[in-house]
């Protein structure tokens, strides 16, 4: 039996957490026990009076710069907390960008400990030291990890059996067959004079699947030609 999936979120804002992963689908499986939330406060690491985490960056410039010393406590801590295997994330605008591959492949393993970066970022002589991996969430910058963290913990637990409740949705969906998803269409059949597409309403399953098919590669082909390439590969 392994044991839970378990994300480990190192923060300086810890009220940030649970925020939106304890809502809905996330929410309920946290509730419901089927993967577990550790929140640690880097600041309890701190070792001055008041409880400072960062300082000016060497070489100068604006900002400052999250301490190595003090993240290096929180992340081994975190580690020992955390079963063999687990691997550490930092999020970050100069990772490598998060693929629904990898969210897959993490969410298969027993879980992430999560290092999330404020200020300018951290002091680079930790992630070097503690062998840590930077994941970017998109090619912009945000003012913290926190959100980051909580895209990365959504996209893997809504992975993780019994938590979607429906499976085969989920083999369905963009990315699963390396291609944008179908169009989606519901009640009522008719509405500012638009009609649902005359072929899901015929019953021919056949058919359905096919034109789903084609939607969904031209709508790749469309809007993401550089997905285009990989499809034949998975
Ligand atoms: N000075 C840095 C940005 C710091 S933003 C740079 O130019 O690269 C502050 C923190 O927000 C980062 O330490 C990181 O943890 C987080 N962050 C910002 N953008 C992000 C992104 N696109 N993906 C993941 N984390 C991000």
Request: hydrophobic share 40%; with cysteine; net charge negative.
């Amino acid at each position: 039996m392994s044991s839970l999936w378990r994300a480990t979120v190192l923060t300086i804002f810890p009220e940030m957490f649970p925020g939106p992963l304890g809502l809905s689908l996330a929410g309920k499986a946290l509730a419901d026990g089927k993967w577990q939330l550790g929140v640690i406060d880097i600041r309890d690491f701190a070792t001055d009076k008041h409880r400072s985490v960062d300082d000016t960056p060497a070489g100068g410039g604006a900002g400052m710069v999250m301490r190595a010393d003090i993240a290096a406590l929180a992340i081994d801590a975190a580690r020992a907390g955390a079963d063999q295997g687990t691997p550490t994330l930092y999020l970050s605008p100069r990772g490598r960008p998060l693929t629904q591959q990898r969210v897959r492949a993490l969410s298969a393993g027993p879980g992430a400990i999560l290092l999330c970066g404020r200020f300018e970022g951290i002091d680079q002589r930790v992630l070097d030291a503690r062998d840590i991996e930077e994941v970017s969430i998109g090619d912009y910058v945000l003012s913290g990890g926190e959100l980051a963290a909580q895209v990365l913990i959504d996209a893997c637990v809504r992975l993780l059996p019994g938590v979607a409740g429906n499976e085969t949705s989920l083999a369905e969906e963009s990315f699963a067959a390396g291609l944008l998803e179908y169009p989606h269409y519901t009640r009522p059949r008719e509405w500012e004079g638009r009609a649902i597409p005359e072929v899901l309403l015929s019953g021919d399953h056949k058919r359905i699947a096919e034109w789903r098919r084609a939607e969904a590669e031209r709508l790749t082909q469309e809007r993401r030609p550089d997905l285009w390439p990989r499809k034949s590969k998975t």
